[in-house]
């Protein structure tokens, strides 16, 4: 079993350099009211997509008032062809998971305004990147 494992490797090596240039990493920084308090977000994520539907895992932290708080979220989404990003996410942090909608409006190639809506989370900001 061992020799099918290493006999494997020469595939995936060739293989991972497209999986890699279908999929986006991202940044972001977005300024956000979340656990009660306004603060600032910057968060990085991988979006893994196909034919305008993506799925994009991603972990930051938020500042606000000198502290730092971890977190994290997944966002599903569908993007219209030289328009709208629209879809839902989740948000966890300590304790707390929101789950909330999110819209994003390109304004460059690979930049994109973004605002997220939810249950005692909102976020308006800027994305770079997927």
């Not at 308090?37 to 606000?64: D, I, K, N, Q």
Request: proline share 6%; net charge positive.
């Amino acid at each position: 079993m061992t020799l099918y494992r290493f006999a494997l490797l020469p595939f995936l090596a060739f293989l991972l350099p497209g999986v890699a240039h279908a999929e986006g990493l991202g940044i972001e920084g977005n300024y956000a009211r979340a656990d009660g308090h306004w603060g600032t977000e910057l968060g990085a994520g991988y979006a893994m997509g196909f034919a305008g539907f993506s799925l994009t895992p991603g972990a930051g932290v938020y500042l606000r008032d000198g502290e730092t708080k971890l977190y994290g979220r997944v966002e599903a989404s569908y993007s219209i062809p030289l328009s709208a990003t629209i879809g839902a996410g989740a948000r966890f942090s300590g304790e707390n998971v929101r789950p909330y909608a999110t819209l994003a409006l390109p304004i460059l190639p690979k930049v994109r305004a973004k605002a997220n809506a939810g249950p005692k989370y909102y976020a308006v900001g800027l994305t770079l990147g997927y």
